[in-house]
């Protein structure tokens, strides 16, 4: 199946649930990243369970904190 | 209040776009803007802000100029080193554009004091350029019970981030983030390093919204996060829903009194 993660389309073998993608698209801190699946945020709660679907357009939106210092 | 001769010329540039105007330049000179932070975000951010004429600009900063600072905190020079970055970034601008008046608030923000600051001058519109996620949590809350607008970005390495939340038009931060990381779960410009330009990119971006937020032109990053990676030189505007869930803007809030979470500001003094 194919989806899109951050604007890049990537090719899976089988469909994945949401924690099983952030492992294999090596997501940077994955215990803090914010997912969202077509437009829509996905509970943190639902990460194993939530399936990623063939066409799903995945974004991982990331805490970024520097600024001031 | 009339454009003096003198303004007519400083803005000409803007007074010439159909967009501005001088009605336009007008309603910048009377607009007051708040930047918490004059920093890599902040400095770059209220530099451009003071060129472009916005007449009241309040900074907000407990810190002092450091030579590590000097390296992407424009608005602060090496004769400033050891300075309180609000006189520093006051002096800057002072220097920069006479229209220009500065309020300083020498002071950490916190949940006692943030709704004293923005409104004490009942500012318009609010530019984070703060450094940790309490006090972006914060800023974030405060703007959401006092209905303000406001710029969230944070820079890190070769990457930068920005969203504005307008009220009741679209997601907060805490919309997209629920809750700070616990420290040091994710890393911080000190320890991670970030290349000085990204601040003016991104902080340069959250003046802009600023500029057209007063103006009532274009639309604005409500709805969208901006990231920036410099590395690729990419630029991606993502759709972001509003949460009902939301703690603070929900249909449900649960934040109801301001937080001072209990995460120790970045370190960084040596
Ligand atoms: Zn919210």
Same mark, same amino acid.
């Given at each position: 199946?194919?989806?899109?993660?951050?604007?890049?389309?990537?090719?899976?073998?089988?469909?994945?649930?949401?924690?099983?993608?952030?492992?294999?698209?090596?997501?940077?801190?994955?215990?803090?990243?914010?997912?969202?699946?077509? !437009?829509?945020?996905? !509970?943190?709660?639902?990460?194993? !369970?939530?399936?990623?679907? !063939?066409?799903?357009?995945?974004?991982?939106?990331?805490?970024?904190?520097?600024?001031?210092? | 209040?009339?454009?003096?001769?003198?303004?007519?010329?400083?803005?000409?540039?803007?007074?010439?776009?159909?967009?501005?105007?001088?009605?336009?330049?007008?309603? *910048?000179?009377?607009?007051?803007?708040?930047?918490?932070?004059?920093?890599?975000?902040?400095?770059?951010?209220?530099?451009?802000?003071?060129?472009?004429?916005?007449?009241?600009?309040?900074?907000?900063?407990?810190?002092?100029?450091?030579?590590?600072?000097?390296?992407?905190?424009?608005?602060?020079?090496?004769?400033?080193?050891?300075?309180?970055?609000?006189?520093?970034?006051?002096?800057?601008?002072?220097?920069?554009?006479?229209?220009?008046?500065?309020?300083?608030?020498?002071?950490?923000?916190? #949940? #006692?004091?943030?709704?004293?600051?923005?409104?004490?001058?009942?500012?318009?519109?609010?530019?984070? %350029?703060?450094?940790?996620?309490?006090?972006?949590?914060?800023?974030?809350?405060?703007?959401?019970? *006092?209905?303000?607008?406001?710029?969230?970005?944070?820079?890190?390495?070769?990457?930068?981030?920005?969203?504005?939340?307008?009220?009741?038009?679209?997601?907060?931060?805490?919309?997209?983030?629920? +809750?700070?990381?616990? #420290?040091?779960?994710?890393?911080?410009?000190?320890?991670?390093?970030?290349?000085?330009?990204? %601040?003016?990119?991104? %902080?340069?971006?959250?003046?802009?919204?600023?500029?057209?937020?007063?103006?009532?032109?274009?639309?604005?990053?409500?709805?969208? *996060? *901006?990231?920036?990676? #410099?590395?690729?030189?990419?630029?991606?505007?993502?759709?972001?829903?509003?949460?009902?869930?939301?703690?603070?803007?929900?249909?449900?809030? +649960?934040?109801?009194?301001?937080?001072?979470?209990?995460?120790?500001?970045?370190?960084?003094?040596?």
């Amino acid at each position: 199946m194919k989806i899109t993660v951050n604007g890049e389309k990537i090719t899976l073998e089988k469909a994945v649930t949401v924690e099983e993608l952030l492992v294999v698209t090596h997501a940077e801190t994955p215990e803090y990243v914010t997912v969202q699946i077509n !437009d829509e945020f996905v !509970d943190r709660s639902d990460f194993t !369970d939530k399936l990623v679907n !063939d066409g799903d357009t995945v974004e991982y939106l990331y805490f970024m904190g520097g600024g001031s210092l | 209040m009339n454009l003096t001769n003198e303004q007519m010329q400083r803005y000409s540039r803007h007074i010439i776009l159909k967009e501005v105007g001088g009605k336009g330049q007008k309603k *910048l000179l009377s607009s007051k803007v708040l930047i918490i932070g004059t920093g890599g975000l902040g400095a770059p951010a209220a530099m451009f802000l003071a060129a472009a004429g916005i007449g009241n600009i309040g900074l907000v900063d407990f810190d002092t100029v450091e030579l590590s600072n000097l390296q992407r905190q424009i608005i602060h020079f090496t004769d400033d080193v050891d300075k309180p970055k609000v006189q520093s970034g006051r002096e800057t601008i002072n220097k920069m554009n006479p229209d220009v008046n500065v309020t300083t608030y020498e002071e950490i923000i916190t #949940a #006692a004091n943030i709704k004293d600051i923005i409104k004490d001058k009942d500012y318009d519109f609010i530019i984070d %350029g703060t450094d940790n996620f309490p006090a972006k949590f914060l800023i974030n809350d405060a703007c959401v019970m *006092l209905q303000k607008p406001f710029s969230h970005a944070g820079i890190i390495r070769f990457k930068g981030q920005t969203m504005t939340y307008l009220p009741g038009k679209g997601p907060c931060y805490r919309c997209v983030f629920q +809750t700070p990381p616990p #420290a040091d779960a994710v890393p911080t410009c000190k320890q991670a390093g970030v290349l000085g330009v990204m %601040g003016g990119i991104i %902080g340069t971006i959250q003046a802009t919204e600023a500029i057209k937020y007063v103006l009532g032109i274009g639309s604005l990053l409500n709805s969208y *996060l *901006l990231t920036y990676d #410099a590395l690729n030189m990419e630029f991606r505007k993502i759709k972001i829903p509003h949460n009902h869930k939301c703690g603070v803007c929900g249909d449900h809030p +649960t934040i109801t009194e301001l937080i001072d979470y209990d995460q120790p500001q970045c370190e960084f003094k040596r």
